[in-house]
């Protein structure tokens, strides 16, 4: 992944400066990484499997699910309150 787009996808969800990057190859689906940030470690993945409405409505019910206590990962929302970041040419989500 270009430097590029890793500052704008770390500026998108407000997670400050990407401090160290792993790629992840075990992933199943997606593409993934592990992003580690001074406000601390997540999971960065490119969508590739599903369509961007069914990406957003999927990570919507997740969303809603940890609102109501249920103990899932939440998706982390962009400065502009999206759970998905468009750079780059890809689809993007973050998780803590």
Known sequence: MPGSVLAELADAFGIEEVRERRYLA????NVNWKVDTPVGPFAL????DVSLDRLSRNLGVLAALAGDGIPVSAPVTTSAGSLVAEVGGGVWCLFP
């Open 26 to 29: 075990d992933g199943l689906m």
């Open 45 to 48: 993945k490119r969508v590739t």
